[in-house]
């Protein structure tokens, strides 16, 4: 169903390759905002997509103070040095199942990261795959 080889095989700007990390947002909006800023060209809006609704406890949750993020964490671009680190120790120290990190693109709104190597995975709780497709007049 979810896989996180995408994360896993290419990093983001919270973990490093290597990593199954699973991207998640807040809302289907935020969703489709954090996938604009990366469509390089139109032909993506035809694509159909999915989304998942996927619960978990507030217990699984760490969620990241603002006041302590690194210079250059919400840099345009990807910083390795900055976001990365945080990340991948949360990951590899299996300091929770979720991590609740601030939107670079909406920054009053959350993405949450799940550690697919976590031992609490089978927690999470799963909805349907449902159909979604972005409005093409979104670029142009």
């Not at 990593?19 to 469509?39: F, G, N, Q, W």
């Not at 680190?85 to 990261?113: A, C, F, H, K």
Request: glycine share 8%; aromatic share 10%.
């Amino acid at each position: 169903m979810v896989s996180a080889q995408g994360a896993a095989a290419y990093g983001g700007r919270w973990n490093s390759r290597g990593r199954r990390v699973l991207y998640c947002s807040e809302s289907l909006a935020l969703a489709s905002m954090e996938l604009l800023v990366h469509i390089q060209r139109n032909h993506v809006l035809k694509n159909l997509y999915n989304s998942i609704e996927i619960g978990f406890g507030e217990t699984h949750v760490t969620a990241l103070d603002l006041d302590y993020l690194p210079q250059g964490w919400d840099a345009m671009t990807v910083n390795p040095g900055a976001a990365q680190s945080i990340g991948d120790q949360w990951y590899d120290d299996s300091i929770s199942l979720v991590l609740r990190v601030p939107s670079v693109v909406v920054r009053e709104s959350y993405n949450y990261l799940i550690n697919m190597e976590h031992p609490d995975i089978a927690t999470l709780v799963f909805g349907d795959l449902v159909p979604y497709q972005l409005d093409r007049r979104l670029a142009k």
